[in-house]
């Protein structure tokens, strides 16, 4: 028998729909059909100047989008050839990992509704507010923040933004003991959880499977430690590793993730550098807004990169972050205008997804909600 | 900062060892190199790329046995109009290299790398579905992102972005 599941499904995450063959209870077959969210973001690059793009990237990944900002900019500024300040280094690192922790409650929450615990969610958002608050705070906005510009920052943090931050970081590994109170060692859990949805090293890494779901089947690869770029390399965290492949390796290794974002970011509290937040590069980045009132020059360039953006020597980029679901890339062309040539973003979910009718065939139907989510799927970025 | 300007070539960079492989096996199927912004690209012969990709993971000096990603760039008007980029990835050695294939635009159609990485299923119907090139021996080719009846191929330099189809 032929079952549809989806594009409208509360356990999809999103519009995935996913054609199930199934015998009984038995999934024989499995695939997943995605393109219900295409917006052509890829196209829409090619017509706008480079940093006109920075928002658009924010669109893709609702949950991450700061380390979309952060990906796109840091492609950029390799063609460019920009060398960053390191405040707006550590201040990215920042604001990376509360956007790990901040998607990472998200999936916790809505992981756990899927498959019957429902107190979770509502303690998991408790936290995410706050993250969200800390996010309004630096850019003016909740979810779409586009605080990252193509050589630093858009504005200085504001004024008690640290203080409220180290708040935040005092209480919250209270919160993921309270989290994992709930779950980890709560037998229904652990029955909905260990053994399903197995899959193995070898088959996850050659459907092309990044992050925490190939940390779960025991490949010990984090971009982060690996290839570290944004000064990742002076920061000292444990890359979370399971070796059983199945939901529960997965959740263990996004919980235990949470505390070593949190330990970044309390490191990057105490090592915060002091300094400008934008590269001194005249001409790609917006000068001040005192400056640009007071200097015929700071208008002029102000004028310019607004009305004509600024050109990009001819090259071509492959930029790759760890975001909170795998490998994040970014390849940008350039043919030495103002606009990408083209611009490429290559999703961790879209190859996640693969590893899905692999974790599935041949097991329940009733364990396929419970991959899913494991794999911590955003349709917006799947299908860009 | 000024940036060092690309090396292109061959004799060069003959020592990395993505490149000392491929010319190891046949020193045809490299048409060309670039290192660039730290970023190693090699052009690969059209016909070999799947054999290149399959010597490039089972290297036992560096492997590179992770795909990360296929996409494919339209340099129209001019020929070879579509370039296909590779970009593979050595867990062991974190190094990262570039395969390119260059393609015409009279029917461009290329070996399918799915028998080597399964996980490049889906990359290759996206760019089947966005630029229109052919990947023989795929299992399953069809229209990943756009509708199945969409006509056009709308990442293609040449496809209209404005007024009524």
């Known amino acids: 028998m032929i079952l549809n599941m989806g594009p409208q499904h509360p356990s999809t995450h999103g519009v995935l729909r996913v054609l199930l063959e199934i015998d009984g209870e038995t999934v024989v077959r499995m695939m997943p059909d995605i393109g219900y969210l295409h917006t052509g973001i890829e196209k829409t690059c090619e017509a706008k100047f480079y940093q006109q793009v920075v928002p658009l990237t924010d669109r893709i990944d609702y949950l991450c989008p700061l380390t979309n900002n952060l990906c796109y900019c840091l492609a950029v500024e390799k063609l460019l050839g920009l060398e960053i300040p390191a405040k707006a280094q550590w201040m990215r690192v920042l604001l990376n990992e509360l956007t790990r922790i901040n998607s990472h409650l998200v999936w916790l929450g809505t992981h756990a509704l899927d498959i019957g615990a429902m107190t979770v969610f509502l303690y998991c958002f408790r936290e995410r507010e706050e993250i969200l608050k800390l996010f309004e705070m630096v850019s003016g906005q909740r979810m779409m923040t586009s605080y990252f510009r193509i050589g630093g920052l858009a504005l200085e943090p504001p004024l008690g933004f640290f203080d409220r931050v180290r708040h935040f970081a005092g209480y919250f590994p209270e919160r993921v003991d309270e989290y994992e109170n709930l779950l980890t060692s709560n037998p229904i859990w652990m029955m909905r959880t260990k053994g399903v949805a197995r899959i193995s ?100 360039y102000h004028f310019k990169i607004i009305t004509e953006g600024f050109a990009v020597p001819a090259g071509e980029v492959y930029q790759a972050v760890e975001s909170p679901r795998g490998e994040m890339g970014y390849y940008v062309v350039s043919d030495g205008t103002s606009k990408p040539y083209r611009v490429h973003m290559r999703g961790a979910c879209f190859a996640n997804l693969q590893t899905l009718p692999t974790m599935c065939e041949g097991k329940l139907l009733a364990d396929v909600v419970a991959a899913i989510g494991s794999i911590d799927i955003v349709l917006g970025e799947i299908d860009r | 900062m000024p940036m060092a300007p690309p090396i292109t070539d061959l004799e ?42 399959a010597l490039l993971k089972e290297d036992s000096v560096c492997p590179f046995n992770a795909f990360s990603d296929l996409t494919c760039v339209d340099w129209y008007p001019s020929e070879p109009r579509f370039e296909l980029v590779y970009h593979l990835l050595s867990i062991p050695n974190k190094g990262r290299v570039r395969l390119k294939v260059k393609l015409n635009s009279s029917s461009p159609a290329v070996e399918s790398i799915t028998s ?18 052919r990947f023989t ?29």
């Open chain 1, 201 to 300: 090293a070898e088959d996850c890494l050659a459907l092309g499977g990044t992050g925490p779901t190939l940390r779960g089947s025991g490949v010990d690869f984090d971009l982060r430690r690996d290839m570290p770029y944004s000064s990742y390399e002076k920061f000292q965290f444990r890359v979370p590793v399971s070796q059983d492949g199945d939901v529960y390796a997965r959740y263990m290794c996004r919980v235990q993730e949470l505390r070593e974002s949190i330990g970044i970011v309390r490191q990057a509290l105490d090592g915060m550098p002091e300094g400008p937040v934008k590269a001194d590069a005249p001409g790609i980045v917006l000068p001040d807004r005192e400056k640009m009132k007071t200097q015929m020059e700071s208008l002029i």
């Open chain 2, 12 to 53: 060069q960079l003959k020592n990395h060892p993505a490149i000392a492989r491929l010319l190891a096996w046949n020193p045809q199927v490299v048409e060309g190199v670039k290192f660039d912004r730290d970023e190693m690209s090699i052009i690969v012969e059209r016909s070999a790329i799947r054999e290149a990709c």
């Open chain 2, 116 to 133: 080597i990485w399964p996980g490049a299923n889906y990359f290759e119907r996206e760019v089947f579905d966005l630029f229109g090139i």
């Open chain 2, 137 to 165: 021996g795929h299992p399953y080719l069809r229209r990943i992102l756009m509708p199945e009846d969409w006509e056009g191929h709308p990442l293609r330099k040449d496809y209209p972005v404005e007024g009524y189809r």
